[in-house]
C-alpha cells in the first residue's frame, strides 16, 4: 500500500471521530494496553541485556510482553522461573 494512502485513510478516521466523537473509556483502555506491552517489552529487553551474563533469556513476543507489563517485577520472575524449572 502507498505512504499517501495509508497516510489518507488515518486522516479520514481522526477527522470522522473528531467530527463525530469517540467513546473515551475504550481508547483509554487500548491506550493502557499498549502502554503496558510496551513497559513490558522494555522490560525484558532490560532482562535479557543484563540477564545475558547469567545466561538468562526470555523471548519476547506478545503474550510475554503482556505478561511482564500487567504484572510488573512478579510476572518477570515467574517468567524466568518458568524458563529455569519447566523449560530447562
Do not use: K, Q
Amino acid at each position: 500500500m502507498e505512504p499517501i494512502t495509508v497516510i489518507a485513510i488515518l486522516g479520514t478516521i481522526i477527522f470522522v471521530l473528531l467530527l463525530v466523537g469517540a467513546p473515551m473509556r475504550p481508547i483509554r483502555w487500548i491506550g493502557f494496553g499498549i502502554t503496558r506491552f510496551c513497559i513490558g517489552a522494555l522490560l525484558l529487553f532490560l532482562l535479557n541485556a543484563i540477564g545475558n551474563s547469567y545466561d538468562i533469556h526470555i523471548p519476547i513476543n506478545a503474550f510475554t510482553a503482556l505478561i511482564s507489563g500487567i504484572a510488573g517485577l512478579p510476572g518477570i520472575a515467574s517468567l524466568v522461573a518458568i524458563e529455569f524449572f519447566i523449560l530447562n
